[in-house]
């Protein structure tokens, strides 16, 4: 099998020892994404920003492995206050917008992320 690291400029450092995605043969396995800003590493001020960044970090990810959101098939959500599973679930709902299904998704609460963050997001992608 085919196994490459996809490290991405549009997505900040990781905060840690791994890769910003894995590609394993015809899937793509990315690593949590929280909403820190791939310019300056600093994290997105408020849950909503937070999910914005986070999605859109994603998004850069996918472009660096040449596939886009509708090659996402899975998605985790972690959030540190499922009170904010409404406001978030509108921005994901936005993100997805152009495709015709969503992927498979969970969405779990957390005691705590990263960096004091509110919101991270991995996915599985499939080319």
């Not at 890769?19 to 015809?26: D, I, N, P, T, V």
Request: some cysteine; hydrophobic content about 45%.
């Amino acid at each position: 099998m085919n196994k490459k690291a996809v490290n991405s400029d549009q997505a900040p450092a990781a905060v840690g020892p791994y890769s910003h995605a894995y590609l394993a043969g015809e899937t793509l396995y990315i690593s949590g994404q929280l909403g820190l800003n791939p310019e300056t590493g600093i994290l997105e001020e408020g849950i909503e920003a937070q999910a914005e960044r986070g999605l859109n970090n994603l998004a850069g990810i996918l472009e660096s492995a040449s596939l886009s959101r509708k090659n996402i098939v899975k998605t985790v959500i972690f959030l540190t206050d499922m009170d904010d599973f409404v406001s978030v679930n509108a921005i994901y709902a936005d993100f997805f917008k152009d495709q015709n299904d969503y992927p498979a998704r969970s969405c779990v609460q957390v005691a705590a992320l990263p960096k004091g963050a509110l919101f991270e997001i991995e996915a599985i992608a499939v080319k």
